[in-house]
């Protein structure tokens, strides 16, 4: 306003002109207002019978803010050239009432609707595709705005009338009311619905001191919590915040609310994760650590969009703190994994040389690990790693995935650890032969494992070639040591025809010989099926063509002494091999045994 007009308001002597000297267009503008205003009056006495504002077809209500809008605008104009009329003071009086009007129905929306306003509703929804299917609170909906449901239907008539409200209660100057109301409201919905989730507020000593299982039921229930926490519930408040409080100046106002609404919550949520990582660290947490740290980061880009203002920066940073607490919890348990492997020092040979349980844990703990690889790429990413002997390992990921890599390399070198343990313990074997075997049967179960899972891609068909490879070798050199008395026992050239006396002797021996490896060997055991098979059909290649051909050659006056046939030979391997006859073959070392951590139960 010019300085002259200004001093006109503050010095002139003459006294204010009269109402009716008001231009007819602000008059005009106050009787409106004061005839919609006093309607839908809830202090006066008769205000159980009011028809709420915001029903039917939402004529009266849209007339009802235009009066708003017009008493604003009479106002701005009576304190601009008439600061001290009573018509200014009247105005402001109506201003007042309209206000606690608003107010209240503010609040009636809000609880009237608190099942057509849910986040699940609302977030199935975006600030966009639907935010202007409703226009200023219109129950009229276009062809398309037929298909939604019934319950879209008034979620979408409630929002679109809380914007409304909130824009005249903010132009109005009473936008701190509108806040208010808004704020107790909704908080009220996402602490309940936390609730309901499993979403407690809980102390680290809280945590620290829960029993196993009362953790891992926590655990549980927070992976469920956070999927529909992060994709439903913030999500569904923050897109109901922004559409209420959408015009360009309220853009602040929806800020803040939207923090203050869920800042206890998250804070709540996000911080458990943390809280976990900084408990007693055990290869069994292994998993649910994992579990967890996936959790948050495949809801990362959610979490950062949904708290992108700088009013929830905390959250974001409470989440990532979470993270890195729990990926260094992580590389604490793979470091504390490995040296319970390098640390197992039992002394006892296992019967049959069968597979060790200290290679059953470890493949398969290895093999769990193999599903998270992703993940433990991630995690460790520029750890410090034990160098693989070239010959041994190259990760099939090194060129194109160098992190990929990092995890392959991690986890070829665990697998390395356990097999340098499992030749010592081969060594316990008094029977060489049994150690070769107790060999074959622990590098063939990991070989399968591998196989058959995760750790296949993982590692690649080099890993498991080479390892194949190794299987073989160590059945070969069982066949050979665990077999030489039978066939030494045979003349080296077995179609030549001997004299009566030695080709007896000969017969005697192979008897003997061939008796006494069968009764040995029936304690013996290969867990695999298939590789039982396998060495049963190589050992009769080997056997069963030489004594067939001695024993044509040799068998005329030898049938006394001959015990075994040719084609019985097959009848009698079938039972070696299964673990099931006495065993003299182990040694009797004893001493303390450091056990391995039980088998970690995932999910």
């Not at 609040?107 to 975006?126: F, G, M």
């Not at 391997?573 to 070392?589: F, K, N, R």
């Amino acid at each position: 306003m010019p300085r002259k007009g200004m001093r006109s308001i503050f010095f002139k002597q003459s006294p204010p002109p009269p109402t009716s000297s008001l231009p007819p267009l602000i008059d005009e503008n106050i009787k409106t207002a004061e005839s919609l205003i006093t309607k839908w009056d809830y202090s006066t006495p008769n205000q159980s019978i009011i028809t709420p504002l915001f029903s039917g077809t939402r004529d009266e209500a849209k007339q009802y803010l235009n009066a708003v809008k017009g008493l604003q605008s009479a106002m701005q104009n009576l304190a601009a050239h008439d600061p001290t009329s009573n018509t200014l003071v009247r105005a402001h009086l109506l201003m007042q009432v309209a206000m606690k009007t608003l107010e209240k129905e503010f609040y009636q929306i809000l609880s009237a609707n608190r099942d057509h306003l849910d986040p699940e509703t609302v977030s199935n929804r975006s600030s966009t595709d639907r935010g202007s299917s409703v226009s200023d609170f219109d129950d009229e909906f276009s062809e398309d705005e037929f298909r939604v449901s019934e319950t879209e239907r008034v979620s979408m008539l409630a929002m679109a009338d809380l914007k409304a409200i909130a824009e005249s209660m903010i132009f109005s100057g009473y936008g701190k009311e509108c806040v208010k109301v808004y704020i107790t409201m909704r908080k009220s919905i996402v602490d309940e619905a936390l609730y309901h989730l499993g979403v407690e507020r809980l102390s680290f000593s809280q945590v620290q001191k829960m029993d196993s299982k009362v953790l891992e039921l926590k655990i549980k229930s927070w992976l469920n919590a956070v999927k529909v926490a992060v994709g439903t519930l913030f999500n569904g408040e923050r897109i109901l915040c922004d559409h209420v409080f959408a015009a360009a100046s309220e853009k602040r106002i929806a800020e803040s609310c939207f923090a203050e609404i869920t800042k206890d919550g998250a804070a709540s949520l996000f911080g458990f994760p943390e809280m976990v990582a900084k408990c007693k660290k055990t290869p069994e947490k292994m998993f649910r650590t994992l579990d967890l740290y996936e959790a948050i980061s495949d809801n990362w880009l959610q979490i950062e969009s949904i708290f992108s203002f700088e009013s929830t920066s905390n959250v974001r940073s409470q989440a990532v703190t979470s993270q890195v607490k729990l990926g260094e919890a992580v590389r604490m348990m793979l470091s504390d994994f490995e040296s319970a492997i390098q640390k197992d020092t039992s002394k006892t040979a296992l019967p049959g040389g069968g597979v060790h349980p200290l290679t059953r844990y470890v493949m398969n703990y290895i093999t769990f690990l193999a599903d998270y690889s992703g993940i433990l790429a991630d995690i460790v990413a520029d750890c410090p790693q034990s160098p693989l002997p070239e010959s041994y390992y190259r990760s099939p990921t090194h060129e194109e995935n160098p992190s990929s890599s990092d995890i392959s390399e991690k986890i070829a070198w665990l697998i390395l650890v356990v097999l340098c343990k499992l030749d010592g313990k081969a060594e316990l074997y008094k029977d060489i032969a049994l150690s070769y075997l107790f060999l074959a049967n622990n590098m063939q179960y990991v070989v399968v494992k591998v196989r058959k899972s995760n750790l296949g891609f993982v590692l690649g068909e080099d890993w498991l070639a080479t390892h194949e490879l190794k299987v073989r070798e160590y059945v070969s050199k069982y066949e050979r040591l665990g077999w030489s008395s039978v066939l030494s026992s045979l003349p080296e050239n077995p179609k030549a025809e001997l004299p009566a006396e030695q080709a007896r002797a000969c017969f005697v021996s192979f008897n003997a010989a061939f008796h006494e490896v069968c009764r040995k060997q029936s304690s013996w055991t290969v867990s695999d099926s298939k590789l039982r098979d396998q060495i049963k059909v190589s050992i009769a290649s080997k056997l069963v063509p030489k004594y067939s051909e001695f024993y044509e050659k040799n068998r005329v006056g030898s049938d006394q002494v001959v015990r075994v046939l040719p084609d019985e030979i097959g009848n009698n391997l079938s039972d070696i091999l299964y673990g099931i006859g006495d065993s003299g073959s182990v040694s009797s070392h004893s001493s303390s045994t450091t056990s391995s951590p039980r088998r970690s139960n995932r999910r």
